[in-house]
């Protein structure tokens, strides 16, 4: 069964900085996307970031300028290095994957990881 494992998030006061990782499990045949959704409570889930096999990347504008998505293929891996964030970045953040496995082509979608930002 595939998995992606999320680890990062966290208590940070307003203007600190998190690294969210999210790691796709074994089986993996190709990787078609991956990225982050978050979450915020009585919000509906938004697209954070996200990067394509050919490196196209988008991003919130919300985050442009303050977040940045890379990947680590060998690992199977898609981290968010979150800098300069403020409260209104508070929320659950959910690791999304595009992927043919085993399974098939399939999207997948992680725990959820809780950041919260506050002094």
């Known amino acids: 069964q595939v998995q992606l494992v999320e680890s990062g998030g966290g208590l940070v006061q307003p203007g600190g900085s998190l690294r969210l990782s999210c790691a796709a499990s074994?089986?993996?045949?190709?990787?078609?996307?991956m990225g982050w959704y978050r979450q915020a409570p009585g919000k509906q889930r938004e697209l954070v970031a996200g990067i394509t096999s050919g490196s196209r990347i988008n991003y919130a504008d919300s985050v442009k300028g303050r977040f940045t998505i890379s990947t680590d293929n060998a690992k199977n891996t898609v981290y968010l290095q979150m800098n300069s964030l403020k409260p209104e970045d508070t929320a659950v953040y959910y690791c999304?994957?595009?992927?043919?496995?085993?399974?098939?082509?399939?999207?997948?979608w992680g725990q959820g990881t809780q950041v919260t930002v506050s002094s």
């Open positions: 074994r089986n993996i045949f190709s990787i078609y996307a």
């Open positions: 999304h994957a595009t992927l043919t496995t085993t399974e098939g082509f399939h999207d997948y």
